[in-house]
């Protein structure tokens, strides 16, 4: 079994043979170019069952060979893949499941036809491959131009990228490939493979709502490997959102994606006493200007869900459906400017960054000389964090304290980091202690939130000349029962002791 490394652009089709030509002058690939056509048949069950275990199975026709691929689920980074495969060499395009041996694969497969029959051809992609191999400073990359499409039934979809695959030597050279080929041809990294977009065809999912959640780690493992988990965890979330922004944007995916990036900032802070701030100087440089250009979407989503909100709980006024209306337009305007954004060469080549930062470890170059500590077990630095961030809550959330609205929001920041630190660290402990716990903590969070919530609308209504005395009254409640969610959240028990 392999792994493969992988980075996927998507272009023009009026592009590739110019980014054939460019390819060959710049990097002259000694074997020249190989043609193929590719036939693709995708199989599950009626009712998808290989793609809920995260499983893929294909027979190719490359000329007159027949392969049979099975694929395990991997993980996305930016535009890197990483995933295993198996593959088998067939005599013809029959499915063979027999001759699949690795016992995790097989299992699955047994599993996925007991519980929901046969498998059976499901969609088609059908693509012209030109492949070759560059070698750039001693390594080798491998570069696939695909043009075609994907198919099921009477729909067909067109398939047109480039996909660039890490063969042998420094891994650091495909990143310098893609990052030529961006700044050249202004290319846009996909995350999004043939076959997903072949069930996207065959289901049409309404989008489900992913949200964050514990990070599955372990007491022994090292810090550094936790790190890269929970990176990997937060980038995920944010190109699961980028995703589907790109098909439509909607309000729950852009609150979603602020969740990507808060986590992602929680992160590097909880981290920064073992990766320091000058080895992430020009990747918080980068997610500013990304934060930046998500700044007025993210504005108009939240103002659209605090009138969807406060219409839940009666706070529906007919005064307020021309300013309503014009919040839309401006989600609209500011939606389309920011799908704009995600195809500039400017986003693209900071995902990459952000991925080659990752991938490589690059921080190691800072921290040489402390590389014993971030291969320490995670569970002490652990307890220390969880720790540190509780006495910071007692410090400004004592029920000692008088705290007005404005204390409440200006310590709401922390709060969050707070529950993002429970993410990081709470697969360590007891889940059912840990989610009691919690729960305390997020309701304390959802009632600060309120505040923002019922001061928009109060300026909403100042706008339009109204007064809702009710508001009023409904901070005055929310402020006495804070007092009281403050002193059950501190009779706690934390988890961690």
């Not at 072949?198 to 989008?207: A, D, I």
């Not at 090292?222 to 922004?245: C, D, N, V």
């Not at 470890?361 to 630095?381: A, C, G």
Request: charged share 30%; glycine share 4%; net charge negative.
């Amino acid at each position: 079994m392999s792994v493969e490394i992988e980075i996927k652009l998507a272009a023009q089709p009026e592009q590739i043979n110019e980014i054939k030509q460019w390819l060959s002058e710049k990097y002259a690939p000694q074997s020249g170019w190989r043609n193929s056509l590719l036939v693709n048949t995708y199989y599950d069950t009626e009712n998808h069952k290989l793609r809920e275990l995260e499983i893929g199975l294909r027979v190719r026709r490359d000329g007159d060979d027949y392969i049979q691929s099975v694929k395990s689920a991997g993980r996305v980074v930016g535009g890197l893949f990483q995933h295993n495969e198996s593959e088998i060499k067939l005599p013809n395009a029959s499915l063979d499941l027999l001759a699949v041996t690795d016992p995790y694969l097989m299992i699955l497969l047994e599993e996925a036809q007991e519980e929901d029959g046969a498998v059976r051809p499901l969609f088609r992609t059908d693509f012209h491959r030109d492949l070759c191999v560059v070698e750039v400073q001693g390594s080798q990359v491998e570069i696939a131009l695909d043009q075609g499409s994907i198919s099921h039934k009477e729909h067909n979809q067109l398939i047109s990228e480039i996909e660039l695959e890490f063969k042998l030597g420094h891994p650091s050279v495909i990143f310098d490939v893609c990052r030529a080929l961006i700044d050249k041809f202004g290319l846009v990294l996909d995350s999004e493979s043939k076959a997903e977009r072949g069930y996207r065809m065959c289901t049409n999912p309404t989008p489900y709502l992913k949200r964050l959640d514990v990070v599955q780690l372990t007491a022994k493992s090292p810090a550094e490997g936790s790190f890269e988990t929970i990176a990997h965890t937060g980038l995920e979330h944010w190109q699961h959102y980028i995703k589907q922004i790109k098909r439509e944007v909607t309000v729950d995916s852009v609150l979603q994606l602020n969740r990507a990036l808060m986590f992602m900032q929680h992160m590097y802070a909880v981290f920064a006493p073992l990766i320091p701030r000058n080895a992430l100087t020009e990747l918080r440089k980068d997610w500013r200007e990304i934060t930046k250009n998500f700044a007025k979407l993210l504005k108009v989503s939240l103002e659209i869900n605090w009138l969807n909100n406060g219409k839940m709980y009666g706070f529906d006024y007919p005064e307020l459906k021309d300013f309503e209306q014009g919040l839309r337009n401006a989600f609209r305007t500011e939606g389309e400017r920011f799908v704009e954004y995600l195809h500039t060469p400017s986003y693209n080549l900071k995902l990459l960054h952000f991925s080659r930062w990752l991938y490589l470890k690059e921080w190691r170059s800072v921290v040489e000389s402390e590389q014993h500590r971030l291969q320490k077990e995670i569970f002490p630095f652990a307890i220390r964090q969880l720790q540190h961030q509780l006495l910071d809550l007692k410090r400004h959330l004592s029920e000692k304290e008088a705290l007005d609205e404005k204390d409440y929001l200006n310590y709401l920041p922390k709060m969050y980091r707070t529950l993002d630190i429970g993410l990081f660290f709470g697969s360590l402990f007891d889940s059912r202690k840990r989610r009691a716990y919690r729960q305390n903590w997020v309701d304390l969070v959802a009632n600060i939130e309120l505040f923002k919530q019922l001061d928009f609308i109060r300026q909403a209504l100042k706008s339009e000349q109204k007064v809702d005395q009710r508001l009023e009254q409904i901070e005055q409640d929310i402020l006495q029962a804070l007092v009281t969610m403050r002193q059950q959240a501190f009779e706690q028990n934390p988890y961690w002791n």
